[in-house]
């Protein structure tokens, strides 16, 4: 059984830096490897929504909101995916879920709390 497992959220202040993992247990190197990795937010009240996408070919997508401040990075090695989160705003506080493609749906992690306060 596949596992998403996040970690590296926590309180920063406005300005600040978080780098968040996440670990996919129990996927076969050469099956993650291969599959496309995204990390999702939700804050309080909002829908969830896509921050970051990255594919088999190394490419990415962000939404606007990040775009020039976060950066979706993957070791196939480690089976781990990365968000490297600068420049933090008040607005980025959320839940942060990492994902994986599989089967035409994205499926989610437990999730990490990221709280952008003074």
């Known amino acids: 059984q596949v596992q998403l497992v996040e970690s590296g959220g926590g309180l920063v202040q406005p300005g600040g830096s978080l780098r968040l993992s996440c670990a996919a247990s129990?996927?076969?190197?050469?099956?993650?490897?291969?599959?496309?990795m995204g990390w999702y937010r939700q804050a309080p009240g909002k829908q969830r929504e896509v921050v970051a996408h990255?594919?088999?070919?190394?490419?990415?997508n962000y939404i606007d909101s990040v775009k020039g401040r976060f950066t979706i990075s993957r070791d196939n090695a480690k089976n781990t995916v990365y968000l490297q989160m600068n420049s933090l705003k008040p607005e980025d506080t959320a839940v942060y879920y990492c994902?994986?493609?599989?089967?035409?749906?994205?499926?989610w992690g437990q999730g990490t709390q990221v709280t952008v306060s003074s």
């Open positions: 990255i594919y088999s070919s190394g490419s990415t």
């Open positions: 994902s994986r493609h599989d089967g035409g749906s994205w499926l």
């Open positions: 129990g996927m076969p190197g050469s099956i993650f490897r291969v599959t496309a």
